[in-house]
Structures are given as structure tokens and as C-alpha cells.
């Protein structure tokens, strides 16, 4: 059974740091691709950064400079190393397998992953 749980979540004031950790339960996790997500209040879950198993980067643009995805397949892990932050960043984070191997793009839509975590609430505040 494949299973995503979500931790490091907090809340940190503008301009800190955080670094969130999506842990895999499941079979050949270094082959997949993996993505994170978040939904702010009343808004729609946004992709935020997919890491593929050949470490293809993607990030939505208004995160690029500050989060970092990253991927340990010993520990089953991925990470989202998030800094500077703004309270436009607060939001539940959560995490998902990519559907598709090989030579695939992606462009962080929601129909392209499944298998989703519960998340980790990021607030970012002062």
C-alpha cells in the first residue's frame, strides 16, 4: 500500500525558514516521481515543486529562489527546504506520487499525481 506522511510544518514569521519532509510507504520509491501541493483558505491546491527519479526539477514560479525540492531514496524522502518565506506561502502542504515514467514533463497539475498525504500546515506570520 502506498502511503505519503507530511511533517515539519509550522509557524514561522516572514522572512524564516522552514524545511518540510514527505516520508514514502510503499515499493520502488526511487523510480517515481514525487510532488508537493498546497491549499491556502478558499483557494484551490497549487503545485509547488516535483522532483522526477532522474532529479528533473520543476517549481512554480513564485516560489523559485526561495523553496528547494530535494530527494533522499535511502530514506524514502523527500524534502522542501523553504526559505524567506511570506505569508502568501501559508497554506497546508502535502505531497503526492507522480502517475507517469520515462520522458514525461511535468507541469505540477494535480491530475498528474496521486496516492496524496494528509499534509502539514505551514503559517507564516508575525
Known amino acids: 500500500q502506498v502511503q505519503f506522511v507530511e511533517s515539519g510544518g509550522g509557524l514561522v514569521q516572514p522572512g524564516g525558514s522552514l524545511r518540510l519532509s514527505c516520508s514514502y510507504s510503499g515499493i520502488n520509491f526511487h523510480q517515481w516521481p514525487v510532488g508537493w501541493f498546497r491549499q491556502a483558505p478558499g483557494r484551490e491546491r497549487e503545485g509547488v515543486a516535483c522532483i522526477t527519479d532522474t532529479y528533473e526539477i520543476t517549481y512554480v514560479d513564485s516560489v523559485k529562489g526561495r523553496f528547494t525540492i530535494s530527494r533522499d531514496n535511502a530514506r524514502q524522502t523527500v524534502y522542501l527546504e523553504m526559505t524567506n518565506l511570506e505569508p502568501e506561502d501559508t497554506a497546508l502542504y502535502s505531497c503526492?506520487?507522480?502517475?507517469?515514467?520515462?520522458?514525461?514533463?511535468?507541469?505540477?497539475?494535480?491530475?498528474?499525481?496521486?496516492?496524496w498525504g494528509q499534509g502539514t500546515q505551514v503559517t507564516v506570520s508575525s
Open positions: 503526492a506520487r507522480g502517475m507517469y515514467l520515462g520522458a514525461y514533463h511535468y507541469s505540477i497539475r494535480e491530475d498528474e499525481f496521486r496516492f
